[in-house]
């Protein structure tokens, strides 16, 4: 990249001095042991690698304008990059970084790459610190608080492998696949209001401490697949826009709530009856029904016919039914039905009551509806209303009349035992 005229020049639009440096001279004072003071400098050259600097490096609002190339450098002292602006790749693979390591609204254009550098002291990344390509930190060491706030991850972002012993904030932006895979937070991990735009990967991720992701949004596929949490797990108002796999995932409490995640949890048993433990124990009531409803469908789904016909029956009516006993709506939706496909029924036949001369016209809507009512509610016994007398057919036989008479008791009888038993379970639950 050829600098501009202005810097040739030695002076800016403005006409004040601009400064300038190539890496060769940095690297001979280094050598020399000089002070490194580079703040608002233009930086040619790349190679910076395999240093020791001594004292605080200094190169806040810098300008590289050639690829740099810090690898295997360690810097003793405080490291400033604040507002530097690195227009084509940056590298600091086994890079150590022995206090502060700040790159506080760094713009890095292109490519970045921190593998396996060592952050002794505080990582500073947050504010409108800009990767603009792919970030590279796997395997990286951060021993100190991390902070990566409002930073912007225009492509992926790789920090698998990657251990923060201290305290780690990434309200980031990441506008691409992010990679958490395997990373260890020794720390609090605070993933507040982050925003993952692409798929996010925390499968083995382990994370010691208290984990908040309250506020964030997933847009893409997330996994926690065999992350292990081990005090409380945040995700109060996370939003989840697509795939959630916490298969085979350890945690204490999860504090999550079911309707953020119902339409898209990854169908994995031992999962799902662990959420369902976890609601429990946090007294989510009505995400325990819907997501023990969700489990048992799932469940269902899963299955096959062949594997066991009389248990897939019994499920299936189980779920039409009454919800696997969490929606008590089903049998009345169901004893509705029933009672007006019978009411229909009694007024295509017409009937009088047997024994009795009075005739009751069935023919009439209303009466007929009473009718299949009282029928269908005295499969229960005495307990909602008296059984009717069976009624007259006249071109009916006597054997229909009474297979109807008795199929719309029996089926008020099966609903209400349905009810029953979900809107007992969700009582003795609520107790």
Known sequence: MSLPL?????????????????????????????????????ITGYDLSNLEIEGDAHFNNTFFLDGVDFNSTVFKGNAY???????????????????????VGATFSKNTNFQRATFSGEALFWGDTWFGGEAYFGGANFCNFTDFVG?????????????????????????????????????????????FSGNSDFKYAQFDKEATFDDAQFNGT?????????????FENTTFGGVLDITRTKYEKLFIRWPSIKNGLVYDENAYQQLIENFKNLGYSSDVDNS??????????????TDDIQVYIFDLVAWYTYGFG?????PLVWSAFFVLL??????????????????IRLDHIGNALCFSLTVFLSGTGKFFVNTPATPEIHGRSRLMINS????????????SIMFILAITGMVLKSV
Request: net charge positive.
């Open 222 to 234: 997330v996994s926690f697949y065999s992350s292990r949490f081990k005090d409380d797990t945040l």
């Open 404 to 415: 109807i008479f008795n199929l719309e008791r029996l089926l008020g009888a099966f609903l």
């Open 342 to 359: 019978f009411g229909g029924i009694w007024i295509a036949f017409g009937s009088k009551k047997s024994g009795n001369s009075e005739r």
């Open 81 to 103: 990059f604040k507002g530097a602006t690195f227009s084509r790749y940056a590298t600091f693979i086994d890079t150590t970084f022995s206090r502060i390591a700040d790159f």
């Open 151 to 195: 930073a912007t991850f225009n492509e992926s972002a790789v920090f698998g492998a990657a251990t923060f012993r201290g305290n780690a904030i990434f309200g980031a932006n990441f506008r691409k696949d992010a990679d958490f895979v395997i990373a260890k937070f020794n720390g609090y991990a605070d993933f507040f209001k982050a925003k």
């Open 326 to 330: 969490k929606r008590p709506i089903f």
């Open 292 to 305: 023990y409803y969700q489990f048992r469908k799932e469940q269902f789904s899963h299955r096959k016919m």
């Open 6 to 42: 202005t810097v040739y020049g030695y002076e800016d639009s403005s006409g004040n001095s601009i400064r300038y440096a190539s890496a060769n001279e940095i690297r001979d004072n280094i050598q020399k042991g000089k002070s490194l003071n580079y703040d608002n400098y233009y």
